[in-house]
């Protein structure tokens, strides 16, 4: 019961179809089981309310909600409605991030429209969150923010707009914790590596006309550690570790959930 009696918030609660659970839904569910109560907010309210289902039997409450990270006016309403439910918000953690699904690109490819975009959903609508979250935090002296950004933000990878948006959301998260850590606010980053996830393997395996089976495969050459993938728990548990007073003493980290990929250095 680390997160017992806390309140969370948690934008990108859903998850897209195919196999497996997703980061943002095995949070949650971790979350709740921790003892968290949680506004999960998606931008399709069936998802989220799928994911609300599975939470009913934890301790913590959960509630789905439906927002577009596009729309600051759908963020405020996500943390007026937290707020209304509980009075607080203990953490915000921001899961939401497109690349193949949003039609990223090669630097000669890439179109204005497709990094607005990507930008839009990985960058600026958690600032735009955080905007209404921070002084509720301030206030209480207490807080934590977490956000979900790719060890692709340290490694080689073919496309423009995800990679920098979610380098960028690296340093805004390290601005935060600095810039915040008077008043008791925490910020930290997860760099998820390949995972096992619907979002990561059945986008891909639609958007290329490909056996899942074949991605699957494919990634787990990849990872150092047993040579499988990870999954959304994985995530899932580093995200508990970090809201929790368990890592009370620790902010501005970017926590690796990787399988080793950051340190496989060519001889």
């Known amino acids: 019961m680390d997160l017992e009696n806390k309140v969370a918030l948690v934008i990108g609660a859903g998850q897209s179809p195919g196999e497996g659970v997703g980061n943002g839904r095995a949070t949650v569910l971790r979350f709740a089981e921790e003892g968290a109560n949680v506004l999960a907010v998606d ?31 759908a963020l405020k309403a996500a943390v007026e409605r937290t707020m209304s439910e509980w009075g607080r918000i203990d953490i915000l953690h921001y899961n939401v991030g497109i690349s193949v699904a949003g039609g990223d690109a090669s630097p000669t490819e890439i179109t204005t429209e497709v990094f607005d975009l990507i930008s839009r959903v990985n960058f600026v609508g958690a600032a735009l969150c955080v905007k209404h979250v ?35 959301l690296v340093a805004y998260t390290q601005q935060l914790a600095i810039e915040n850590a008077e008043f008791g606010v925490r910020a930290n980053t997860i760099l998820p590596g390949l995972m096992d996830t619907p979002m990561a393997v059945d986008t891909r395996a639609r958007a290329f006309n490909r056996p899942r089976a074949d991605i699957v495969a494919e990634r787990d050459q990849m990872v150092p550690l047993r040579g499988k993938m990870g999954t959304g728990w994985d995530v899932a548990e580093a995200a508990v570790f970090l809201a929790s007073d368990k890592a009370q003493f620790i902010t501005g980290v970017e926590l690796p959930v990787d399988g080793g990929a950051l340190i496989n250095i060519p001889r």
Request: net charge positive.
């Open 43 to 73: 931008r399709e309210l069936k998802r989220a309310t799928e994911t609300a289902e599975l939470a009913d039997s934890y301790t913590g409450r959960c509630i789905p909600f439906e927002a577009d990270v596009t729309s600051e006016d």
């Open 134 to 168: 921070l002084p509720i935090m301030r206030k209480q002296t207490d807080g934590v923010i977490l956000t979900i950004a790719s060890i692709s933000t340290r490694q080689r990878y073919p496309w423009v707009s995800y990679k920098a948006t979610k380098a960028a």
